[in-house]
Every structure is written in structure tokens, then in C-alpha cells.
């Protein structure tokens, strides 16, 4: 079946360091990818896609490569902010198998000045 | 940017009890689902919706549950007779068109029983 096993949080990291936030993934098919974001007190935004393998999403200096060989979309961004403080959410959607997402458990990230 | 809305944002009910949850998805969109998400755990799907009928529902979704579009503007959740473990966040989406694109979501209902 489809799943998303996605790193454990809590995650803090001082601001302008690396993030890597580590997704991987099982489908039946051939999924899409996503990694959504949610700001305290907000809903679920969308933050990047990729619909193939070795698509690569970006948005907002946030970045995740669709690696096939691995079954992996860590999600990456080179110099962390205050304001990107936040739950990260691995999604995957597989049309084959219906329209639903799949999410992962989400990874909280507090960024400090 | 059109955004899905959620109302209300948090909803305290006594077990038992019928509870609403409205959604106003995005205008031109045809997909609308229901998730919700237990505190710390994974969001999970319950349902999905289109040509005002149910295409998807998960195990969660069962005969105390029911989804309606009463007008053209709103996506509601029913859940006839709470549970304690109802409790959770629950999330509406929609989508324009399917085939693995983004789902948009609402900020969300709290839903506390009690």
C-alpha cells in the first residue's frame, strides 16, 4: 500500500543553518510528492511538488529531489530563517490507487535568532 | 488567492451529540475531501466527494459520519453521534481537477468532545 514515514521531530536549528528534513515513502504506483507547511494557528499550505522521479520541487529557498532509486523527498533548504518556524508535512497522492494524500506524521521545526 | 475556509475553528460538543463542520471550498474546484488529525498523530483521510456523490472513504468513515453540498458554495461534514475519540483537527480540501495535483486546505476545526 502507500505511506510516508517521515523524520521525528522536534527539530531546532539556529537561524541560517542547513535544514534537512528526511521523507521517505512506499507507493504502489507512481505517485506524486509534496511537502506541505503549517504555520502556527494555520491551515496546511502546499509548499513544493513533484509529479516524476528525479523532479526536483522548490519554493521559498526550500528544496526536495523525487529520487525513485531511494523512495525518498527529504526536503532541504540551505539557510534556515526565524519565520520558517513551522510543521512540515511529506504528502504523497497515487492516482492508481485513488485521490487521497497520504501524509506523513509531520516534523516540527523551531528556528532561534 | 482563493483560499478554502473553515467554519467554525473550534467546536466543543457533549458526547452524543450531533455535530457540523462547514467548508467553503475554493469556487472553481470540483474535488472536496475531509481529513482529520488526531493530536500528534498522522493526518489522515476520510473522505473524498465530486458530482455530489462520495468516490472515496476511508475505514474511519462509517455510518456516523456523512458528507452533503446542501448549496453550491458549501462541503459539510456530519458526525451523528460523538465519540470521544472524535476529538480531533479535522481538515477540509479541494482540488480543481485530479490526477496528483495539490489538494488546498482549510485552517481546520477543532473539534473537542467532551
Known amino acids: 500500500g502507500n505511506s510516508v514515514t517521515q523524520m521525528e521531530g522536534p527539530v531546532t536549528l539556529s537561524e541560517e543553518a542547513f535544514l534537512t528534513i528526511n521523507c521517505t515513502y512506499t507507493?504502489?504506483?507512481?505517485?506524486?510528492l509534496f511537502w506541505y507547511v503549517q504555520y502556527p494557528g494555520e491551515g496546511l499550505q502546499l509548499l513544493l511538488k513533484?509529479?516524476?522521479?528525479?523532479d526536483k520541487g522548490s519554493n521559498k529557498g526550500f528544496e526536495a529531489t523525487y529520487r525513485k532509486e531511494t523512495t525518498s523527498f527529504h526536503l532541504e533548504k540551505g539557510s534556515v530563517q526565524v519565520s520558517d518556524s513551522a510543521v512540515y508535512f511529506c504528502?504523497?497522492?497515487?492516482?492508481?490507487?485513488?485521490?487521497?494524500?497520504?501524509f506523513g506524521t509531520g516534523t516540527s521545526l523551531t528556528v532561534i535568532p | 488567492e482563493p483560499e478554502v475556509t473553515q467554519t467554525p475553528s473550534h467546536q466543543v460538543t457533549q458526547m452524543g451529540q450531533e455535530v457540523i463542520l462547514r467548508c467553503v471550498p475554493i469556487?472553481?474546484?470540483?474535488?472536496f475531501y475531509w481529513y482529520r488529525q488526531i493530536l500528534g498523530q498522522k493526518v489522515e483521510f476520510l473522505v473524498s466527494?465530486?458530482?455530489?456523490?462520495?468516490?472515496?472513504k476511508s475505514e474511519i468513515f462509517d455510518d456516523q459520519f456523512s458528507v452533503e453540498r446542501p448549496d453550491g458554495s458549501n462541503f459539510t461534514l456530519k458526525i451523528r453521534s460523538t465519540k470521544l475519540e472524535d476529538s480531533a483537527m479535522y481538515f477540509c480540501?479541494?482540488?480543481?481537477?485530479?490526477?496528483?495535483?495539490?489538494?488546498?486546505f482549510g485552517d481546520g476545526t477543532r473539534l473537542s468532545i467532551l
Open positions: 480540501a479541494s482540488s480543481e481537477v485530479l490526477g496528483n495535483q495539490p489538494q488546498h
Open positions: 507507493a504502489t504506483g507512481y505517485p506524486s
Open positions: 513533484a509529479t516524476k522521479a528525479d
Open positions: 504528502a504523497l497522492s497515487d492516482r492508481g490507487t485513488g485521490n487521497q494524500f497520504y
Open positions: 469556487s472553481n474546484h470540483l474535488y
Open positions: 466527494f465530486y458530482n455530489n456523490e462520495i468516490s472515496e
